[in-house]
């Protein structure tokens, strides 16, 4: 596709639901990365994929939080036993390559969730 | 302490002004620096893209990097009302992986 894809845009989960948000990067990115935006903040990284190795999964907020790439593609975040403080929008991001001048990373226009 | 801090604003300016918006810093190893734009319910996309100290320059807008006061700005000449957005500065080390983000600055251009 033309840019960073992600679904569902918007989610509502009631609290202790599962749930499953997709991302699929530009054709052709190596790097993929996970990043949550709470209201009025800068996102927060998550998790960084090269390919289909999770290199970096510092920023994950506890082990509820799940990410996988297993075919160096289409990558999916799971958040088990949702909690409110789980409401943020998740934003996907891929680049060509991890290093080099003038590389760009493009964002996805994100996964509104929001836990009641 | 946030490693890389912004003044949330919000700014609010004529069309036609210079804006100046700044991020300082705390960690030394932060090679690239960008700026990122961001509407409402959209992702950020990229403005500006600096590698170590200096100027660039791209149109109606001049990023600038001071790694030894540990400061960015970004300028936008001539304001339109289309700029209005939440401007985030972002940084990263060496390795590009991981992007440290500000908490942005809301811009508001009044037509």
Redesign the interface.
């Known amino acids: 596709g033309a840019g960073?894809s992600q679904s569902p845009r918007y989610k509502v989960a009631k609290r202790g639901q599962d749930v499953a948000l997709r991302c699929d990067p530009i054709s052709g990115h190596v790097?993929l990365?996970w990043?949550q935006q709470a209201l009025?903040?800068?996102?927060?990284?998550l998790t960084?994929f090269?390919n289909e190795a999770q290199?970096?999964k510092s920023?994950l907020p506890s082990d509820r939080f799940f990410a996988e790439r297993p075919e160096g593609s289409v990558s999916t975040l799971k958040i088990q036993r949702t909690q409110q403080e789980d409401s943020a929008v998740y934003?996907c991001?891929s680049s060509f390559d991890?290093?080099?001048?003038?590389?760009?990373?493009?964002?996805?226009?994100?996964s509104?969730l929001t836990v009641v | 302490q946030k490693e890389v801090e912004q003044d949330p604003g919000p700014l609010s300016v004529p069309e036609g002004a210079i804006v100046s918006l700044n991020c300082t810093y705390s960690n030394s190893a932060f090679q690239y620096f960008m700026w990122y734009r961001q509407y409402s319910r959209k992702g950020p996309e990229l403005l500006m893209y600096t590698y170590s100290s200096g100027n660039k320059e791209d149109g109606r807008f001049t990023a600038q990097v001071d790694k030894s006061s540990k400061y960015i700005s970004l300028f936008i000449r001539d304001s339109q009302p289309s700029d209005s957005a939440t401007y985030l500065c972002a940084m990263s080390p060496y390795n590009f992986n991981k992007f440290y983000f500000g908490s942005g600055t809301k811009l508001n251009v009044k037509p």
């Open positions: 960073v790097s990365f990043y009025g903040q800068g996102p927060e990284f960084y090269q290199l970096d920023g934003l991001a991890a290093v080099g001048d003038g590389n760009t990373i493009y964002f996805g226009e994100g509104w």
